[in-house]
């Protein structure tokens, strides 16, 4: 029976959302609230995430070693002399690897290369190994240019046009670091130049062009090249800077700052968590004031290498920014390390407010459609005309995805709405049909940019209009034929998502319960600079578009208050930001997660602008079965005159339990206060104490709000954001969807991935077979424990046990800060070879009959507490040597 079998089909579906009379929740006051915690749905379906079952395991690993690295205070010459004692002991210990990269300054260990899965339960038994973290494989969204909204208006949803037409900060003086696909530094945008008396001052390659780190491309090359050229084949760097500080046709946040491009990515687009850290040693010594990465690795911790250097890198005066992650369709706890870290700021996504595309005109209804060119299709012509046909209705929800009449469309450009099967699928039935061209329009509100890649190659321009300009056109054709007009024209038209939340965008909370993301900015169709040799101007989407955003406001926070300590800049932007309604429904006015949003909208003129900083600026509540937790803020003001705050607060929406599918509640958390009121003295301080009260339902969910300061008599109102889990955070269960389960490998996909005979997450397994035997001689015949993680767990074990006596074999695993999987089906295949440790002795255990034992801490549990573990144990394992 292959493991396939096993899984059944999700399918999510969501109702329609409540009327607009619909109850909202309590937002004010001093007392414990006793407002309902009903569900609400969105009006639109949320975004599906791939079902199929995936092996999601790596042959890259940190490994940790026992000191801190040198930016907590350990000598270089000690950290290499720890370094030398591990690759002696992993000779002695007869470990298999490739060594990538050793790190002293922000993080103490190395990267290596195993040469077989079975070197992966060796790894952990060399002394001297504090801890392991597979190294995360990193890959961008694809880039290809698909409209041109402005920039501008971007920057007016955040107040940066204010901060420098109105306040007159521009970043001068300060250096940022772009970690990403290099930057095009031949761009006029970008100064034109790289070297000493350029905007692009600073930089290095770690890659080169070949390099492609994604082991499903047929382009795979893990091998880096790295040179003293961080030029951009790619374009994801280059927009991401020209956020940041283009200053030319487009203009970024800060326009004159001076720029470090710090090459991570190959042409292809992807990268490995080791590179990244490396990049990040190299940024600290080239003495940048703030660094982005619109990069990271999903599921993660804040424990994860890249999020500890992260912080480190702040400790050392970095201001830190990176994006939270494009994981939204993937559920929650989806946050990427390093916006994870403790003093990262991690940054979601908003959708922009207008866009500017293509234009083509209906006649005769006198239509003008904004659309935007489906990747992996040729793109619309700029002049001639077709006659427009329709293949179904703006209620068809599965519109083309049946073949369709030979010859029906023939010479035409066919309408066809989204939903049910893939866009490939429809605009390859319309080609098949005769059809010209394909006009996709959406099947709820806003646009989008689709792709049609697949085999056959689409051959037809595919074009994508939005829902109302969808059906605009379906009801002129109903009234009369209609020709299509193709045009060498833009339109700038409002966005329906614009100022909500990009849908992308990832959820927190951070598996430690912190609260992540911290903050907000546009993310959603930007605008910017691009490869000068691939048009020189594009817009991509992601939170790596956001968090540019953020990156540049700190570099005008820290013109305009140039001994901004870089620990106390995310506070300044969190104190001063702006939540905004749920995506869902925003006319019923509840505000959206706090674990999705963060504190809000950045608001780059109120920052800067602001006299008042509160400190804490977020609160991270833990669990909350231990009842009501209070805490103390601090407020201290700046001002010239003393400022006396009225103490409110906002509830956002909860989620709840349900890691991949989420769901929607109102809360009824609530927050008293130790007083009303609170005065600050100029240029002094004041504490006030506020006990929260947590949501109650839906237990195992996530609930937020937000603790609002409103100044008597007018002036800038600031905001404490807080959220915390909804019940016994221990009792989430982990192990789910019918895993563990042992399992034999039956296939490697592609073949020419093969690796010494092993998978490294391209594996194909089928059940263990009842009183199957294994020789351990290649890892077709080996046993492999194939183990679903619901969510992420704080220690992963394996441990053997002779089946016939019981007699313990001591550890064949031992893993820390895990990682949830991806998806509610995909997995991580771990093998045993056949040997355990205790401590540094490692044991071969003889042939014979054995059990495998999984077990898992979860997520703040405590490691002595039996109800906090969860475990499974395995069919019998024979073994026989030849």
Known sequence: ??????????????????????????????????????????????????????????????????????????????????????????????????????????WNGLSIELAGSAERSRLGRVAGVKAVYPVATVVLPPTAPVADPELATALAMTGADVAQNELGYTGAGIKVAVMDTGVDYHHPDLGGCFGPGCRVAYGYDFVGDAYNANPADTAYNPTPAPDNDPDDCNGHGTHVAGIVGANGAVKGVAPAVSFGAYRVFGCEGSTTADIMLAAMERALSDGMHVLNMSIGSAFQWPQYPTAQASDRLVNKGVVVVASIGNSGANGLYSASAPGLGAKVIGVASFDNSHVTVNTFTVTPANLTVGYANATAAPPAPTSGSLPLAKTGTPTTANDACSPLPAGSLSGKAALIRRGTCTFHVKALNAQNAGAAAVVLYNNAPGRFIPTVAGTPAITIPVVAVSDAEGVAINNAINSGPQTLNWTGQFGSFPNPTGGLISSFSSYGLSPDLSLKPDISAPGGLIRSTYPLERGAYATISGTSMASPHVAGAAALLLEARPNTPSQAVRGILQNSAVPKAWWGNPALGFLDNVHRQGAGMLDVAGAILSTTKIEPAKLSLGESQSGPATRTLTLENNGPSAVTYDLSFTNALSTGPNTFSPSFHLSNASVVFGAPSVTVPAGGTASVSVTIHPATAP??????????????????????PFAGYIGDYQARQVFTGGFPFLGKLVSCTPASLLRGNDC??????????????YTLTDAFNTPYVLVHLDHQVRRLRMEVFDANTGKAWHRALDQEYVARNSTATSFFAYPWDGSTAAGNKTYTVPDGSYVVKVSVLKALGDDNNPAHWESWTSPVITIDRP
């Open 1 to 106: 029976m292959h493991w396939k079998y096993w899984f059944l089909a999700i399918t999510a579906v969501f109702l329609l959302a409540l009327a607009a009379c619909s109850p909202k929740p309590s937002s004010q006051g001093q007392g414990v609230s006793t407002q309902s915690v009903q569900e609400v749905t969105p009006a639109s379906p949320l975004p599906s995430p791939d079902t199929s079952p995936t092996d999601e395991s790596t042959r890259l690993w940190f490994v940790e070693l026992t000191s801190p690295p040198a930016a907590d205070g350990t000598s270089l010459s000690a950290l290499e002399a720890e370094q030398q004692a591990f690759r002696d002991n992993a000779r002695r210990a007869g470990l298999k690897y490739k060594e990538r990269f050793a790190y002293k300054e922000l």
């Open 760 to 773: 490294f997450g391209t594996g194909s397994y089928s059940v263990f077979p009842a009183g199957a035997t």
């Open 699 to 720: 237990v195992g969910g996530q609930y937020g709000g937000y603790v609002v300061f409103t100044p008597q008599g007018g002036g800038q109102t600031y905001r404490v």
